[in-house]
Structures are given as structure tokens and as C-alpha cells.
């Protein structure tokens, strides 16, 4: 259980949470939505200890993470950042092993069983084919999906994602959420930050929204996402209506001009102010 | 006139005001009795003594160009050992200073530069009586020692312990040569680097270190690691000279000689001690 | 098990292993012949099998009242002294060069960027400035001592420069070598024009080389570079992961400012014990890593052990080199044979090279 109590952090002299109280709590499913600075990375990585935080405390277990080893941490909580770089020709197997470091005595190698988690991993990120390839000469798709199986060959209880999945093509985000979806069924507190909103509405059973540093909305998904709620956020106008299939919550991106025609109308909505496109 | 770099220098009258930018030249005019021509040192020059009232102008390799304009000399002085030194001499030679630039590596280099720099200053007389008596000086080393055929070998130190050993094309060589040895490196350089196996090696008869701005502190020669392997540690045969002394082609070149000499030669020296008066009579008719 | 039989990872990991232990064997090996071999070349010529006596009769191994006690001190204490010395700086430069290279992930760095070079070459130029170039103490020149110090010195000043809340970072550590290393380098310079008559021994120094030196030499750095291959050896894994950058590294558990800070001193220390008894000697910090690199990947507890060989052999022989390539016994400093040889090699293997130099 993780949780986060009015904390404020940044870089340098600039503030980019300001006060931010959440609690997460075990088995949770959860997107952190905003727009763009709104502090979704900050967060993530004040949450996973890695950058200080100025005031506030994020609590891990009851106990405030920056006293846990950072390995101890390792152990509970796996993160994939937005961009990963890879300065050395290692091979994606070598980087999906990584994942095992936490676990690891020092002098050590990895053991027969890392291996076999490691290989378990890239088999159900669907990457077997790119083992013994370099990470140097896979695409940025594919780098996403080692680093994503890397996480999940740490095998923690909380994954933590942010924008993983941002350079995969729409089959291969299906497929990266629905095995988050099933590590969470699993019993996996799964914490992602998206910018993609549907996809969101889709796997995720609680949507946090920040903007500005802080939270504005916090909740179920089918009580927050709604055509005011998000109007106002995105400062856009948005409409949400059912998935054909699964009946959850979808949003659909008003143009201020529309290039169809002119039948879809651009009508004013309450929330937000659009002026009237000629033609 | 013309100097060691193919210029024709010429003074119109005897010169003057004279600055040596090389340490043994002073030397050279002073024993000719010119000391008060000098009108100037480099920072490195104190001997004799009275030079150190002289203002100094910087160093052999980079005198400074303006000290020694606002001096007004009619004839500056080089030494051409060192490529670097040939720097300023450009310099002073654009600001049209007469310089003359000679290069001395042997003991005729020597007495040829005494000639004419006795000829720039308009004292042959002087230069010829200085000339002559370094002469008879070398004469009295060449007699004493001809009674022997022995010329033993020697090695001659210029830095330790990034070792450094005088080759044949120096002075040193000349000295050791004149002194009645032979120089046991064979290269024909003026330095060469070289190592601790190499000088084990060559085993020379004696060992001889310079003790100067080249090499500070040479330090208990017996002591140092495998030098007591060295024939020449063995029979105590190693000394330790003045870098100024053997190393700079002068008038001290001659002292050189005389000294090693009789390191080389204890027992001819001995001899000629007793004999001395005699010999030397002798050298003083062989004129 | 099953799935993993099945797909041949396993089989491919234990492939590499393999070829990881056949390489460490090889270059073990050469490394060995290198010693003796190196030992039978010199200026005095002495026949193999007395060599080989020597060498036994050096170790305590037999005891041959035949043996010209001259040939065995030439053998024992002066080749072999000076080829184990070669040996430990050739491994030195090599480990340090691959452990800035992985920390500050810049396939340019090696065992000089961070200016301890600069800072062994001040000590150096110092003590031979003042004229105490023989002085002794523990049994050898003051010259090492003085390296040591200046060489740590400017390791403090980086790390002190580069501190920013608290935090190393490998861009600002870069600067401040630089920095640093300007600034002794002025200090150098103000040296050498102080005094005409030491430039060429602070150049030679600065050059360097291995003549003159001998086992207490050898047992001097010894320590250092022990301590600095242990440090870098136990952070190896740290390394390998860090070059994911920093945060990554921190998700996965690695303790980024003590590693850094640990390799960093670690590499530091290498490359002091190297600068202080041989001086500056370049390109072996860097040819060695790159090949290794391109040859076994860049696993880096693989690259330390094996570029540490391969920096040792080529180390050896360029030392060789230098003892004998001019005629009448004249030395060569040993820097200008790993320049000559390792410039054009560096430049063939980046030409050439399919898979680039393992670096963005």
C-alpha cells in the first residue's frame, strides 16, 4: 500500500507538485491522466523514491520509502519510464535480466531461475524473437516492450508505468494492457500514467487527473469520466459515450473545424469557450 | 667576420658593450681580461663572483628583448646548442642588434670562437694569450699521459634517474678523449637515453656523473639499485664532476681535462709530479 | 527446464560462458609467455635456458651455483621487475579506462579524463622542479609518492567540484576534470618555463616510461591497484546497469551515487597507481576496453577481467618496444609506442567496425 500525504517536490527552484495526497491501496488498477506538465512523471517518480521529495511523505507499507533500501524498493515496486537509454550494445535478454538485480547477492551471476523468469517475461510481451538481438537494433516499439518485460521479470507486487506503451502500435497496446490486466487479476497493483485516454477508460478501474501539480479528480472511472469533467481538464471539447462492446466510457474529441463536412456540427458546449469555425 | 650560422657579422669599431647570452662565453671574455665590456648576465651566470653585480636579462633561452635594447649593446653573443635558443636571436637580429651566434662542441670550436671574438672586440693580443695558454695547459694533460697506452673506458652521466649518458658528439667525449680515456658509448649523438642494462653492459672502467642543473641531486652513486654490480662502483672508480665545468664548451672545458685526467691517470700524474718541473720545461722548448 | 531448452537461450548463455573462459584462458596464457619472453629480450644477451634458470633460481625455485650471480640480477631485477611492472600498469590503465568509460557512458573517456593525470604529472613535475627526483623514501624515488598525492588530490577536487546537492553527475564530473586538468597543466607549464634546465626531464616523466624502475616500484603501487580492480570488479554489475541511466538504475535497485562515487574512486585509484611509477602512458585505457567491447559485449565484470589482460600484454610489449627498437641501447618513452601503435589501430577499429564502438 502506498501513500502519499500533501507532498510537494520539483527540480531545483521549480515546484511541479504542489500538495498532492493519494493513497493506493493493494490491487489496484490505476491511470494518472493530466495534460501535458501536469506533474504525472514527477509523481511517478516521487512515488518510487527516486527523486526527493521537498516537503510531504510517501508512506510504502506504513513506512516512509526513502528509509527503505533502494534494492528493498526494487523488490516491491518495478517502473517503466517514458524513455530508456542504452549506451552499450547489451543484448535485450541481458537487459530483460536486469530485472533480476534486486534479487541478486553480490559476486553473484544470475541464477538458472532468473534466467527462466527473464525468458517467462519476454514470452508474454510476446519479444522471444528479439533475445539475442542488441538492444541497439531493436525500434523504439520493441525497446518499450523489452524494458516492459524487464519490469515484469522484477516481479514485484506494484508496476508502475509511465507512458509505456506510447510508441506501440494499437494491437501491441491491447496486448501490453491486457497483461497488465491479467498481472493484476494476479494480484499486481498496476499504476500507469497515459496520455490516452480511452485506453484508460478501458483497463483502468480508478483515473486520478492532475493538472497544474495538483489533483483535480480522483475516482471510479465510470463516476469521473465525463463530458464536463474532461471538457474542462483538456480545456477541449470532449464527449463520452459507451464502447460498443464492453460499455465503458469512451471519449470522443470535438474539432474546432471539421473537415468532413457539414453536417457533424461544432456546437458550443458549456464548459469550454469555441468559437465558430467558418466554413 | 662571419659566425657559426654562415652571417657575416661586422662591428665598425672594437666592440664595446658586449652581452653573452650563454655562460661559458662570459667566461671565455673574462679570462681574455674583458670583464668590464660585459655590460650585462643571464639570470643563471654567477661566476666569477663580480658578474653577479651585472644586470641580468633572463635566461639563455629567452632573454628578454627589451632589457637588453634599453642596454644598447654593440654585440650580443649566442650559443647555437639548443634550437630554441635560436629564437630570440631572430628576434634581436629583426630589431637590428648585431649578434653572432657560435657553436662550440670541440676544443678547436673553442679556441676558434676565442679568435674571433677576440678579433670583434679588437683584442687579438689578448685572444692569442688565452688561446696559448689553455694550450700549454692541454700539452702538459697530453705529456703526462703519454707515457701510458692505457686509455680506459668511461661513461658519463648527464641525468639520472631518467637516465641520460653523453655520446661522441660533445664535449664530454673531447674531455674524456684529451683526458686519456675513451668514451665506452659509441653512439654517435650528443645524449642518449638509455638504461640500467645497457650501462651494465658497457661496464665501464669509470663512472662519471655530472652534478648540475641537468641532474640536481645524483644522490649516493653506490647505493643506487645494480650500480654495485658496475666494475667501476667495485674499485671505487666513480666520481662526481661539475655539470658547469664538463659540460659547458669553454675555458673550463680545459679544468675539465685536467681533472679527469688525474682521476683517469693517478699514478702518471704522480709521476709528473716529481718530474714536473722538467716536463714542463720541456713542453715550454717543444713550442 | 523444458521451455528453456526448448527455445536455446540457455544453450546460447552457456555458449558465451564458455567462449568468456576460453577467452580468459587464452590471454592468461599469452600473458604468461609475454612475461618470460619479454624477459629473454635486452641489450646483454643471455641464452634462453639460463634465462629460464634465473627465473626459477629468482623465485627460490632452484639453486645453481653455475648461475652468473650478473645474469640472474639482470633477468630477476631488471627485466622481470620492469616487465611485471609493465604488466600491472598495462592492466591498471586498461580496467580504469573501461570503468570511465562505463560510468560516465562516453566510449572517449579513459584513465586521464577526469584529470588524475594531470594531477600525478603536477606531483611529478613538482618534486623534479625542486631537484628531489632522488631523493628516497620506502625504498624508491620520492617521484611515485608525489604522483600518488597530486594524482588523488585532483580526484578530490573533481569529485568536490562536481558535487552538485549532493548528487555526482557524469556531465558535471566531465567539466570539472576538465577544469581541473587545464589548471594543473597551467602549473606544469609554469614549472617547466621557471626553470629551462627540468623541461626535459618533466617531459619524459610526463611521456612515460619504464626505465629505472624496479620491484620496489612494483610493491609501491601494488596496494593502490588492488584496491582500485576490487572496486571496480565488486561494481561491475552496477555499472552495466546504470548505463540504462540513473533512474532506471535506481528502479532496479542499484544505490546510483554510491556506485558511481565507488567506481569513480576505484577507477581513480588505478589509474594513480599507474601515472605515479610509469607516468602518463595513453591509448591503452582506451584500445584495450573498445576491442573487448566489440569482441565480448559490454558486460562489464567480462570486459574489466579480460581488457585487464589484453591492457597487460599490450602493455609488455610496447615496453619491449621501447627498450629495444632504437639502436645503441637508447630508450624510447613507452607513451609514444602505445601512441604510435594505438592511434591507427583505434582508428582502423572504428572504421571497421560493424557494430560501432558499443556507444551511441
Known amino acids: 500500500m502506498i501513500e502519499i500525504i500533501n507532498i510537494f517536490a520539483g527540480y531545483q527552484d521549480q515546484e511541479v507538485l504542489k500538495g498532492i495526497s493519494l493513497k493506493i491501496i493493494h490491487n489496484e488498477m490505476i491511470g494518472i491522466l493530466g495534460p501535458n506538465g501536469s506533474g504525472k512523471t514527477t509523481l511517478i517518480m516521487a512515488l518510487t523514491g527516486v527523486v526527493p521529495i521537498k516537503s510531504g511523505q510517501i508512506l510504502l507499507d506504513g513506512k516512509p520509502i526513502r528509509t527503505y533500501p533502494t534494492r528493498q524498493v526494487a523488490k516491491r515496486v518495478a517502473c517503466v519510464p517514458q524513455k530508456s537509454e542504452f549506451s552499450f550494445d547489451f543484448s535485450n535478454l541481458s537487459i530483460v535480466l536486469m530485472g533480476r538485480y534486486p534479487y541478486l547477492d553480490s559476486w553473484a551471476d544470475y541464477t538458472r531461475q532468473d534466467r527462466e523468469l527473464a525468458e517467462d517475461a519476454m514470452r508474454q510481451t510476446g519479444i522471444m524473437k528479439l533475445a539475442q538481438k542488441s538492444v541497439k537494433q531493436v525500434s523504439g516499439g520493441e525497446a518499450q516492450l523489452v524494458t516492459i518485460a524487464r519490469a515484469i521479470a522484477q516481479t514485484t507486487e506494484i508496476l508502475v508505468l509511465d507512458e509505456a506503451t506510447s510508441n506501440l502500435d494499437a494491437a501491441k497496446k491491447i496486448q501490453v494492457f491486457d497483461l497488465l490486466t491479467k498481472k493484476n487479476s494476479e494480484g499486481a497493483t498496476v499504476i500507469c500514467v497515459l496520455h490516452d485516454l480511452n485506453l484508460a477508460a478501458l483497463y483502468c478501474r480508478r483515473l486520478i487527473f492532475l493538472k497544474n501539480g495538483k489533483v483535480v479528480i480522483d475516482g471510479q472511472t465510470e463516476d469521473v469520466f465525463k463530458d464536463c469533467i474532461l471538457s474542462e481538464i483538456y480545456e477541449t471539447d470532449i464527449r463520452v459515450s459507451k464502447h460498443p462492446v464492453t460499455g465503458t466510457p469512451q471519449a470522443h474529441f470535438v474539432p474546432h473545424c471539421n473537415a468532413v463536412g457539414s453536417g457533424g456540427g461544432l456546437r458550443r458546449t458549456g464548459f469550454c469557450k469555441v468559437d465558430k469555425c467558418d466554413g | ?287 | 527446464m523444458e521451455n528453456i531448452s526448448g527455445t536455446g537461450l540457455e544453450h546460447n548463455y552457456q555458449h558465451e560462458k564458455r567462449r568468456f573462459a576460453a577467452s580468459t584462458i587464452i590471454l592468461m596464457a599469452a600473458a604468461v609467455t609475454s612475461v618470460i619472453l619479454a624477459c629473454s629480450i635486452g641489450r646483454i644477451e643471455i641464452p634462453f635456458s639460463v634465462m629460464l634458470k634465473s627465473l626459477a633460481s629468482g623465485f627460490g625455485l632452484i639453486h645453481d651455483e653455475t648461475l652468473d650471480p650478473i645474469h640472474r640480477a639482470i633477468i630477476f631485477d631488471i627485466r622481470l621487475s620492469r616487465v611485471c611492472l609493465s604488466a600491472m600498469v598495462g592492466l591498471a590503465l586498461a580496467v580504469s579506462g573501461a570503468a570511465f568509460q562505463g560510468i560516465l557512458r562516453n566510449p572517449l573517456a579513459d584513465p586521464f579524463t577526469i584529470g588524475v593525470s594531470a594531477g600525478g604529472a603536477f606531483g611529478a613535475a613538482l618534486i623534479i622542479f625542486l631537484g628531489l627526483g632522488s631523493k628516497t623514501s620506502l625504498g624508491l624515488g620520492i617521484i611515485p609518492l608525489a604522483a600518488l598525492v597530486g594524482a588523488l588530490s585532483a580526484l578530490a577536487a573533481v569529485i568536490t567540484l562536481a558535487r552538485v546537492d549532493g548528487i555526482l553527475r557524469r556531465d558535471t564530473m566531465v567539466l570539472a576534470g576538465i577544469v581541473v586538468a587545464t589548471f594543473l597543466g597551467a602549473l606544469v607549464s609554469l614549472l617547466k618555463s621557471l626553470d629551462e634546465e627540468s623541461v626535459a626531464s618533466i617531459v619524459f616523466w610526463v611521456m612515460g616510461s619504464f626505465q629505472g624502475r624496479g620491484w620496489s616500484h612494483a610493491i609501491f603501487a601494488f596496494p593502490y591497484l588492488i584496491l582500485g580492480f576490487i572496486l571496480v570488479v565488486t561494481y561491475s554489475r552496477e555499472i552495466d546497469l546504470m548505463s540504462l541511466g540513473d533512474f532506471p538504475a535506481r528502479h532496479l535497485g542499484v544505490d546510483t551515487n554510491r556506485a558511481r562515487a565507488m567506481v569513480l574512486i576505484g577507477a581513480s585509484l588505478l589509474t594513480a597507481a599507474a601515472v605515479s611509477v610509469s607516468g602518463v602512458i595513453g591509448f591503452v585505457g582506451l584500445v584495450a576496453p573498445h576491442l573487448v567491447r566489440m569482441t565480448i559485449g559490454p558486460n562489464h565484470s567480462r570486459l574489466f577481467i579480460l581488457s585487464g589482460l589484453l591492457g597487460m600484454i599490450v602493455m609488455i610489449w610496447s615496453d619491449v618496444a621501447a627498450r629495444i627498437i632504437l639502436p645503441e641501447g637508447e630508450e624510447l618513452p613507452v607513451g609514444v609506442i602505445t601512441a604510435l601503435i594505438g592511434g591507427p589501430f583505434f582508428c582502423v577499429l572504428l572504421k571497421g567496425a560493424k557494430t560501432g564502438t558499443g556507444f551511441d
Not at chain 2, 130 to 152: E, G, M, Y
Request: charged share 25%.
Open chain 2, 1 to 287: 667576420m662571419t659566425d657559426d650560422l654562415n652571417r657575416k657579422v661586422t662591428v665598425t669599431k672594437p666592440a664595446e658593450r658586449l652581452i653573452a647570452l650563454y655562460g661559458a662565453y662570459n667566461e671565455i671574455l673574462v679570462d681574455m681580461g674583458l670583464e668590464r665590456k660585459l655590460i650585462a648576465r643571464t639570470s643563471a651566470d654567477k661566476t666569477p663572483e663580480s658578474m653577479l653585480a651585472k644586470p641580468s636579462i633572463g635566461t639563455h633561452m629567452r632573454p628578454n628583448v627589451e632589457l637588453i635594447m634599453g642596454l644598447k649593446p654593440d654585440l650580443i653573443i649566442q650559443n647555437a646548442g639548443r634550437k630554441d635558443a635560436l629564437v630570440p636571436v631572430r628576434q634581436l637580429i629583426s630589431q637590428g642588434l648585431p649578434v653572432a651566434v657560435f657553436n662550440t662542441n670541440s676544443f678547436a670550436d673553442l679556441f676558434s670562437v676565442i679568435e674571433r671574438l677576440a678579433i670583434l672586440t679588437g683584442s687579438e693580443e689578448r685572444g692569442a694569450r688565452l688561446i696559448c695558454n689553455l694550450k700549454q695547459k692541454l700539452d702538459l694533460v697530453a705529456n703526462t699521459i703519454s707515457a701510458t697506452k692505457k686509455r680506459p673506458s668511461v661513461l658519463f652521466e648527464v641525468r639520472y634517474p631518467d637516465i641520460l649518458l653523453a655520446g661522441q658528439d660533445s664535449i664530454v667525449n673531447e674531455v674524456i678523449k684529451l683526458a686519456g680515456g675513451r668514451n665506452s658509448l659509441t653512439s654517435k649523438k650528443k645524449f642518449l637515453r638509455s638504461n640500467i642494462e645497457e650501462i651494465l653492459r658497457l661496464n665501464p672502467d669509470f663512472y662519471i656523473v655530472q652534478r648540475g642543473p641537468m641532474n640536481r641531486d645524483p644522490g649516493l652513486i653506490e647505493q643506487r639499485p645494480h650500480y654495485y654490480q658496475l666494475d667501476a662502483i667495485k674499485n671505487q672508480r666513480f666520481f662526481i664532476v661539475e655539470e658547469q665545468v664538463f659540460s659547458r664548451p669553454g675555458p673550463r672545458s680545459v679544468t675539465a681535462v685536467e681533472d679527469l685526467s688525474r682521476k683517469l691517470h693517478p699514478e702518471q700524474w704522480k709521476l709528473q709530479k716529481r718530474l714536473g718541473k722538467e716536463i714542463l720545461d720541456s713542453s715550454h722548448t717543444g713550442k
